[in-house]
């Protein structure tokens, strides 16, 4: 079984220490060093990305509705047994000097009313404070260990702290905190001081895993078999250049479809890619790169679904 371990130190520390995330000092080398030598890879801050309007109506008023919605980045409205779930929500213009590629899939003010909002780990383009505030205190927040004193601090008054493979219930919908293969840290002070992991959503009809931020790494394999069979595995496919810094820390499509293989998921629903440009490649590249890892996998395209920003996925019937 996977169980959370601490450093001498009290912090966090990945269930399998390779690959080793990088630290400050390679971050040096990729943000300065490869910058000034030109090493690193070019690509605009901007680009084209699918788009559908939504208003959210159908979301608000309809009964029953079994759905995920991309919001954008690791952002999704998904609506299952019941309940209406945003996880890591963000839905401002800028983190820090980086400007968002397209406006949120859904206004903050057509969302239905939130019953849970799920944390995956706490770097500002999965905890974004100006949202949380937006959001107001009447969700519940899940959040890994570590992160609820930020989360009460943006005005959240119902927050839960878990750790890996803890559950908690809300009506009929159970939700398990897994382990991932990251890192935690909102400034230089408190790398690794927070949990990170990603969530099991197991409602009544459907059962959906939300994998936050991660390098591959042999718990997917784990996480399939503790929370399926799984009916959708919303996998990150972006932020994932160059390799030699990334690779332990974000997965590029080829690693997601080795993930997804892992999971024994039904579909692939894919995130973090086309909003935030955060690392070198263009950000309409992983669509393409996801395209070609799955022929080269040999799976059919309904088991891959890349959204549009703002697309709502119909999670009524399984892709068979
Ligand atoms: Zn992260
Ligand atoms: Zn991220």
Partial sequence: MLIPRMSPMARFKNVFDSPPVPGVKQL???TVVDSVSGRRRRAPRRAPVPVVANDGRRLREAVGLEAATWVGHATFLIQTGGLAILTDPIFSTRIATIRRNVPPG??????PAIDVILISHNHRDHLDLPTLRRLGPRPLALVPSGVGRTMRRAGLERVIELEWWQSHDVADVRFTFVPSHHWSG???ADRNASLWGGWGILSPRR???FAGDTGYFPGFREIGERLGPLDAALLPVGSYDPRWFMRAQHMDPSDAVRAFVDLGADRLIAMHW??????DEPLDEPPRLLDEERRRANLDPRHIVVPAIGQTIELGAPAG
């Fill in 28 to 30: 040096l080398k990729w």
């Fill in 106 to 111: 859904l206004r903050i003010e057509d969302l």
């Fill in 186 to 188: 909102r400034s230089i």
């Fill in 207 to 209: 059962r959906l895993y």
């Fill in 274 to 279: 086309g909003t935030f440009k955060l690392t």
